[in-house]
Every structure is written in C-alpha cells, then in structure tokens.
C-alpha cells in the first residue's frame, strides 16, 4: 500500500480539497444547514466545536492514520461537508472512509456517491489498498442503507464499541468493500451517477 497523503480528488462536479483551517466557516455554514450537530449518532461539531474538530482531524493526519478533506461543490463553489480516510493500517493495506457528513440540502444528492467514487478510487486504484471498511452507529439505519446502497458487504456487528459525542457507548456495524469487488462497485457507482445526470468526469 502507498503512503496516504493530502491530494485533491475531483470529478462529476465534486471536489474534494485536503482539509485545512481556512475551512472553518465555510464548514460551520454547512453544519447549520439542518443543524447536524443535533443528531446524537453522527460526528458532526457543534458550530462552536469546529475548531476543535478540525485540529482532531489534523492531529490524526499529522500522526499517519487519517486522511481529512472538506467537500466542495464546483458549480456553486459552495462547501458542502467533510469526510476522511481513517483507521489506516498500511500493513494490512486498509483504510476505513468515515467521519462523512453533508448539509441538508445536499443530502440524498449526488454529493456521496461521488464522493465515495473518488476516495474509492484513490484507495483502489492509487494507494493499492486490499480493502476500504466503513463503520456507523447501530442506530443510524440511514448511513447503514447508505453504506449498503453502495455496494459494501455488512460484515458485523461489534457489540460495546466506540463512543457518541453524549458520552454513550454503541454498538457499531462494520462494512467493507475488497479490491476483487472494486471493478462491480464502480461500475454501479457510475451508473448511479448518470442516472443524476452526471455521465464523465
């Protein structure tokens, strides 16, 4: 497995841009939008949080096992959310896609198929990853139909493992999608985004 390191990752109108401070308020924007940070099984900041959530994201980056960016819409130049590759273990050639979330209006968009496409291929195609996992909370049955609609097999459930913001234990499911599946995935991750209008990159 290559070295994961910050790249920007763009096509079919998304741009993905390593995170950094200078999208602070722009992604504070976009927590607003809905105010995410009231949904108690996601990881979005509250508004008065983001530095801190930034800084977290950086110090996983700085220190080898995440991979932060911000989402950037190109037509409207607008930030829309954030995701990042996390948990990565080059020994074993893995890296989980997480900490992903969206302002309202952009979800059930075209944004996260096109978003998963490209870190997808990124992981696949240049890291050389063997697999990209995933994991939510027991109780987010609507990242959980995402993460399916996707192509990820469900591999589990870990019982009394991890923590919410609140301060509570979950229990959390695990998905993963392997190299040897990764031609099939893109495959319907492409048609998915035609059928939003959005054929080519």
Request: aromatic share 8%; charged share 25%.
């Amino acid at each position: 497995m290559q070295q994961a390191v910050p790249v920007i990752l763009e096509g079919h109108g998304i741009r993905l841009e390593p995170l950094a401070d200078a999208h602070h308020d722009a992604l504070q924007a976009a927590a607003s939008d809905g105010r995410l940070w009231e949904l108690w099984i996601t990881s979005v900041p509250e508004k008065d949080r983001m530095d801190a959530y930034i800084r977290a994201a950086l110090d996983g980056q700085r220190t080898g096992h995440m991979l932060p960016w911000a989402v950037r819409e190109l037509a409207s130049g607008t930030i829309v959310g954030s995701t990042r590759y996390h948990d990565i273990v080059p020994q074993s050639a893995r890296v989980e896609i997480g900490y992903t979330w969206y302002a309202e209006r952009w979800q059930r968009s075209h944004v996260n198929t096109t978003c998963k496409l490209l870190l997808f291929a990124h992981a696949f195609e240049t890291l050389a990853c063997g697999v990209v996992g995933f994991r939510t909370d027991s109780y987010n049955f609507r990242s959980q139909r995402a993460i399916e609609a996707l192509g990820a097999k469900k591999d589990g459930v870990i019982r009394h493992f991890g923590t919410r913001r609140d301060g509570s234990v979950r229990d959390t499911v695990m998905y993963s999608v392997l190299s040897s599946e990764w031609p099939d995935v893109k495959r319907h991750l492409l048609s998915r985004l035609a059928r939003h209008g959005r054929p080519g990159t």
